[in-house]
């Protein structure tokens, strides 16, 4: 069977508290550490940026994986590279300069993932092939946690697949122990999950239960 990723979102932690947090996402068996990174502009939400990357970096050894909800964010992606970010995803829908974009993370040293927000099917991101190391599908309109996973989702992550087989697949937004099967049975290599983690007491059980829903 392949190895499922399991990359909680930060975006539903307890801010007073990320060291711990972040510590007990590793203690509890997480893959990857998701940041949600938004500026207010690109989605109607603002999170946090470069300088709190850098202090997550100090805090655990695993991956952050780092989603850019972000305009023209080729202009932050050696900032964020230098703060500690391991893979660096960005909307296709949020930069002119795709191939360019692309070629900078890549540069930096770091994975490259591209991201299609719900309206946006997955073939647009064809003239880029060959170009990223992960596709990022996301199954809510970007921008808060805690919303319902949107069901037609599922065609686009078997497209993803279908498309781009030699790449992971990402799914972020609205995942849960009901929906995780068939997200997985799509196709799907990376869960990202914000609140069915941070919901739970019981963190390592709620993560186990995402990955191993098969
Ligand atoms: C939404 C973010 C997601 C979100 C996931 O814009 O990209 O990562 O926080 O949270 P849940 O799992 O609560 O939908
Ligand atoms: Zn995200």
Redesign the pocket.
Known sequence: MKKIFISP?V??ADFTRLEQECKSLEKCGADWI?C?V?DGNF?P?ITFGIPVIRSMRRCVVLPLDV?L?IDAPERYVEQFADAGADIITFHIEATKNVSQTLKLIHSCGKKAGISVKPNTPVGALTPYRGMFDMVLV??????????Q?IPSSLDKIRRAKQLFPNVLVEV?????ADNVKQVVEAGADVI????????EQDRKSAIDRLRNAR
Do not use: Y
């Open positions: 979102s975006l539903s998701h949600d938004m989605v939400n989603h909800m996301m199954s809510v309109e970007p921008g808060f946690g805690g919303q996973f972020d937004g609205g995942i849960n990202v999950a914000g609140s069915s983690i941070f919901g």
